[in-house]
């Protein structure tokens, strides 16, 4: 399970353990959607169309080793190494996204609580640099959506 700690309300960025052991920390981009992390030595780059409904993930040599598509949409997908991830968006009331394997849920990213941006990330089954593009494109998105509500 991954929790994720805003560092900062100016910056947005999160500090994400696994299992309560510190893994890296989503940076997001300052004037364009995406982020990056370091995760075990190696460096993830993020990045998303004009209209934040599509996310790739690059690993330092460049090469794409995720992509998310309909990112907003109540189905959207993530793709990693031959692998299709199904989400869907469990309630427009609360931030909770589940990950989907025939039409169950087995996993969930979720807001802890109303009042914070702590995220928890339940995610059974996806690599460790797929569960953390997930919860990248998932806290990007309700950060996106609170930012242009007002």
Do not use: C
Not at 121 to 144: E, N, Y
């Amino acid at each position: 399970m991954l929790q994720a700690k805003r560092t900062s309300i100016w910056r947005g960025g999160y500090e994400i353990a696994a299992d309560g052991r510190p893994v890296t920390t989503w940076n997001p981009k300052l004037w364009h959607t995406g982020g990056d992390f370091v995760l075990a030595g190696r460096q993830y780059k993020v990045r998303a169309n004009a209209w934040a409904s599509k996310f790739s993930m690059e690993d330092g040599s460049g090469m794409i080793v995720a992509s998310a598509e309909r990112v907003g949409r109540k189905e959207w997908t993530i793709s990693s190494d031959g692998q299709v991830y199904r989400f869907r968006r469990a309630s427009i009331w609360r931030h909770e996204e589940e990950l989907l394997s025939g039409d169950g849920r087995i996993g969930s990213v979720r807001r802890v609580s109303v009042w914070s941006h702590d995220t928890v990330a339940d995610l059974p089954g996806l690599p460790l640099p797929v569960q953390v593009f997930a919860l990248g494109v998932i806290v990007t998105k309700w950060d996106r959506q609170a930012a242009s509500s007002g």
